[in-house]
Nanobody
Framework: QVQLVESGGGLVQAGGSLRLSCAAS????????MAWYRQVPGKKRELVAV??????TNYVDSVKGRFTISRDNAKNMYLQMNSLKPEDTAVYYC???????????WGQGTQVTVSS
């Protein structure tokens, strides 16, 4: 089992910055890809950014140039969010893929609110 705990959410004005953290614990040795998703009420959960164990990254178009995903090892992942916009308001979730056997895990989410 893998447990994921997000932190760093909060209320910020448009144009501001936040840094989300995701701490993984448990059987983390086979964690491969990690990602950040977000969801607003009534909408489908959206992939925001993904990072592989080799450090390759990808972003949804709406956050490119503003958000940066990083990880320092299999335990910690981050999302640096700059130039925040009201449309970035959502609950942000940490996600991890563990291989052999393949299994995915979710954190409990952290609320990010951007005021205009």
């Amino acid at each position: 089992q893998v447990q994921l705990v997000e932190s760093g959410g909060g209320l910020v004005q448009a144009g501001g910055s936040l840094r989300l953290s995701c701490a993984a614990s448990g059987n983390i040795f086979s964690i491969n890809t990690m990602a950040w998703y977000r969801q607003v009420p009534g909408k489908k959960r959206e992939l925001v950014a993904v990072i592989t164990s080799g450090g390759r990254t990808n972003y949804v178009d709406s956050v490119k140039g503003r958000f940066t995903i990083s990880r320092d090892n299999a335990k910690n992942m981050y999302l640096q969010m700059n130039s925040l916009k009201p449309e970035d308001t959502a609950v942000y979730y940490c996600w991890a893929l563990r291989t052999s056997p393949d299994q995915t895990y979710w954190g409990q989410g952290t609320q990010v609110t951007v005021s205009s």
